[in-house]
């Protein structure tokens, strides 16, 4: 027998003590608000990072300093040269398409009255085909700028918004750290690239970059473009060996640079998230587990202060069953409404923490609104369960009598 | 028709042992309207409960509508409870929070016919509390709270009435309503058992039985001329009281040369 009447008996005594009940939902609210915010932010940060993995491409290859361990710290090893760029294209013509050698630092680009703080990345002509990214206007960098150490920049799209307007920038000249370079072309608008707001950069020949900018001798990176996705595994072979052997690296020594794939790349941030994950979960477990524990808690109050009530249902023709319904529904009454409510809270939660800090990107992914409203109904059931248990044992005769 | 026979219920208390109910051995036809007195621990309420299926027995057997209730299972019990049985308390065991209709409803809850609030209002209606449905028993004086958990008990048309000192707490006018109902209620059939500390409510029934540590010591039929007397002098007490509004209370009426016996 299950009819509304139940309901209604049920919603009567979450009524008879409101605050009690609503303080007991209140409860669910933050476990389920906490789950559910905690997931929103979890899968939004998830799904953004792998979308820049996927800019970068399957077909890439990330080449960076290598790591050694001295006395439990690690620390980085600078070892890769312009010259290295060189050698691993000619030495696998056959597997690497281009090879695009970086060096990143950070500046100002002032024209006249206009600056604006930036990065300048140092790259050689291979660096627009290989990220499909093109000019706007004007010319990319060339083998001869390279070659020559030129000065001229070709300006990011929000760099060249910001400091022209709308002037026509090629051929002006600009001061990048104080020293004076000319425009040659802007970018297309592109956003993100690799991690990196590439419209608010300036892009340099990579000598001008590393001798007359910033006076250095290694690269921050190396990008490699292999052939295909499926020569990713002979690509590694083949630019290990150029490197070590480069490198002047004996047999038996570890590498001084550090390969990455794109696939090594996604394990290892699957492997940052996951302990994210475990904490921010923890965090929303124990939430829940205190909604858990309030429901529990009102609970058992409500039946011991209902003894005679359940003495007069009892006497009148319930059975132990309709006990344990009645009090099982008042349970779940407050986990269900609790966790509608909670899913809206957590939701907009997350949401509020994205529009405010402006970088945590938020997904609720609509299966988490279903399992957070199976998870409430659980909640309630294990929570109610107990003090259910406990009136619905009572003795009719004992019950009646109790002040 | 209820029979019990060598019936007994003991409690432990530590070493000792509380014969609640002590062989009791009892037969009480179907329609009949039966009272049971006694002094405060003889086992009244104890033999109500058992005999209101609210309670096992530590020994002996009942047997209640033709159906032995020793070896019925608990949910045997609760339909019993809900459909052969009405209980009527001291102190009106209404659930506060909900109104007068709301609580004869309860039994129909737990019928396994489907729910309808027909019966409910009916039996209000006959305890002359349909104006009073929508209150709460904190908006009812102790007499209506004792008519509506009278109509609670009759809602499922039960052919057994057990009231356990149901005008203990009202004073001698509310009790004579509250009686006149009884007696109507046994007039239509029902079984009526009664347990009662006040003399004058005992002789309304037929049958007087007298209970004392546990056991049965008096078992008396009540002279049906006397009582038939006591009747009409409540009926007219009660309506002096609703007509003229002159408190003329029955009990200071002389009693009944039986009854002062006593
Ligand atoms: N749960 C229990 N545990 C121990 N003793 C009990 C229990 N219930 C009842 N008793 C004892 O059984 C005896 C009979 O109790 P019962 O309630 O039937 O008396 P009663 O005749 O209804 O008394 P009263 O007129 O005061 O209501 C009493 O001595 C009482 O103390
Ligand atoms: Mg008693």
Known sequence: MFHFQLIITAIRGLQQNLLRSILATIGVIIGVGAVVSAVSILQ?????????????????LIIVDGKREHGGVTSSVQALVPDDAEKIQQENTEL???????????????????????????????????????VDTGRFISREDVRGSTMVTVLGYGVAQDLFGSLPPVGKNVKINGKSFIVIGVMEKKGTLGFLNVDEQAIIPLSTAMARMFGQKYLSMLNVQCTSAAAIPACLEGINQTLR??????????????????????????????????????????????????IMNIMLVSVTERTREIGVRLAVGARRFDILKQFLIEASIISLFGGALGVVAGWAMANFLGEFTQVIKTYTPPIIIVASLIMAIFVGVVSGIYPAIRAARLDPVQALRYE | MIRASQLSKHYHMGESVVRALDCVDLHIPHGQFVSIIGSSGSGKSTMMHIMGCLDRPTSGTVEI??????????KRMALLRNNEIGFVFQTFNLISRTSALDNVLVPLMYTRRSFSSKPAIEALDRVGLSKRAKHKPSEMSGGECQRVAIARAIVNKPKLLLADEPTGNLDTHTGTQIMNIVHELHEDGMTVVLVTHEMDIAVQAERMIEMKDGKIVADTAVDAARRAEILKLNQDAHQSLFRKKSLHPPSSKPLPPQMEAR
């Open chain 1, 44 to 60: 939004g940060a998830q799904r953004d990072v792998l979308d820049q993995f996927e800019s970068l491409g399957a077909d890439q």
């Open chain 1, 96 to 134: 690497v398409l281009r090879v695009s050698p970086q060096y990143q630092g950070g500046g100002q680009i002032k024209y006249y009255q206009q600056n604006v703080n930036g990065f300048i990345l140092g790259v050689t002509e291979t660096y627009a085909p290989m990220n499909s990214y093109k």
């Open chain 2, 65 to 74: 509508h033709g159906q032995t209730i020793n070896s019925m299972s608990e």
């Open chain 1, 245 to 294: 052997v480069s490198h002047r690296i004996r047999s038996g020594t570890k590498d001084d640079f550090t390969i990455y794939t794109q696939e090594q790349m996604k394990q290892r941030f699957a492997q940052v998230a996951k302990i994210f994950g475990v904490v921010l979960y923890s965090i929303a477990g124990i939430s829940l587990l205190v909604g858990a524990i309030g």
